[in-house]
């Protein structure tokens, strides 16, 4: 009886400690004041090491995809919003991709930089196909290109964009 018990304690211990893990597809919005809805997913590591980090996640406003990304460290308020340079991404195909540069914006009162890159509609398909391997990122000045290599949730853009679509066609329904 008593093996019993604690079968059905493991059992429902690891329900309740999974529960979080099948939120990836948790879509959250915002409103700018300028009246632009963006919607998005939380941000995931990708790399962390004590020196630097990234992470970052899909963005949408309905009409575009783009990628978002969190460097850290960042340059000062006034040096990153000089930060303009397209991305250089290699996919799990062996391939380098270039992500045009759509804004970098300072967040949470200048203590993030979310830096957001355009994914053009014929490269959805290939980061739905394709788990990323590195990412480089121009941060000018005295560092010049920084790469990171993903060490941390490789698909997690493939999965993030996966899913988008659905929600789209699960409102359609309704």
């Not at 009886?1 to 893990?21: A, D, N, Q, T």
């Not at 006034?78 to 397209?86: E, I, M, S, T, V």
């Not at 992500?99 to 980061?127: A, C, G, P, S, W």
Request: glycine residues 6%.
């Amino acid at each position: 009886m008593i093996e019993y018990l604690k079968k059905i304690g493991l059992i429902l211990g690891f329900l309740v400690f999974s529960i979080p893990v099948f939120s990836q597809c948790e879509i959250k919005y915002r409103v700018y004041r300028d009246g632009m809805m963006q919607y998005y997913m939380e941000p995931v590591n990708f790399y962390w090491t004590q020196q630097k980090s990234l992470k970052g996640g899909i963005v949408t406003d309905k009409e575009n995809y783009f990628l978002a990304l969190l460097p850290l460290p960042f340059p000062p308020k006034p040096a990153g919003q000089k930060l303009n340079k397209d991305l250089k991404m290699t996919l799990s195909d062996g391939k380098s991709y270039s992500l045009e540069h759509f804004d970098t914006r300072y967040i949470d009162k200048d203590t993030v930089m979310q830096m957001l890159f355009l994914i053009k509609k014929d490269d959805v398909n290939f980061l739905l196909n394709h788990q990323v391997v590195s990412v480089s990122l121009d941060m000018m000045g005295t560092e010049g290109m920084r790469t990171y290599t993903f060490k941390l949730h490789k698909s997690a853009l493939k999965e993030q964009l996966d899913c988008f679509p659905k929600r789209k066609d699960e409102n359609q329904k309704k």
